[in-house]
């Protein structure tokens, strides 16, 4: 029982890959604006992260993965050129067995390695907008000034404090 389910979840992960090689190739399909950062309503003010979503928030994650690996000369835009080079690059770094395709052991780790790249490009990205000077290092007085800004960010109604008044929802411009 617990093979089918592992094998129904890895199918179902190959589908929504693939489902979104497909619509971005078709052009049903637009990236987001900025590939290497959060895809849009997932995180940030006002969004419901993933509440609601589902399945196609999922969808929409896999399709920022594979944009953001496939797209090598980061014109925000996919070939069909681009997106065959990937295909051929992930199979012939993820066929351990060298038989030209993927098992499940095979797929699962090729899964798992797309995830942790996407990962740490995004560490990467976070650790450089944190590096305000460039030196390479993160001091305190850089992490206060991101955590200052955060602060100002999040203490909606300026009392100094983050407290319930600040979860609450802001009243749309103009009504007071």
């Given at each position: 029982m617990k093979r089918n389910i592992r094998k129904y979840m890895v199918a179902t992960v190959a589908g929504l890959v693939l489902g979104a090689s497909v619509g971005v190739v078709s052009g049903v399909a637009e990236p987001s604006e900025n590939w290497t950062g959060p895809m849009p309503g997932s995180h940030g003010p006002g969004s419901q992260g993933m509440k609601g979503h589902g399945m196609m928030h999922k969808h929409m994650m896999h399709k920022h993965m594979l944009m953001t690996l496939a797209d090598k000369n980061g014109d925000r835009s996919l070939s069909k050129a681009e997106m065959d080079a990937f295909h051929k690059e992930w199979l012939a770094r993820s066929d351990k067995n060298g038989d030209g395709a993927l098992n499940l052991a095979e797929?699962?780790?090729?899964?798992?390695?797309?995830?942790?790249?996407?990962?740490?490009?995004?560490?990467?990205k976070r650790f450089e907008g944190?590096?305000?000077?460039?030196?390479?290092?993160?001091?305190?007085?850089?992490?206060?000034?991101?955590?200052?800004?955060?602060?100002?960010?999040?203490?909606?109604?300026?009392?100094?404090e983050l407290n319930r008044e600040d979860r609450k929802p802001m009243k749309p411009y103009g009504k007071r």
């Open positions: 797929f699962d780790a090729m899964h798992e390695a797309m995830r942790e790249e996407m990962r740490n490009r995004h560490m990467q944190l590096d305000s000077n460039k030196d390479g290092k993160i001091s305190l007085q850089e992490m206060q000034e991101h955590a200052d800004k955060r602060f100002e960010m999040m203490d909606r109604n300026k009392d100094g």
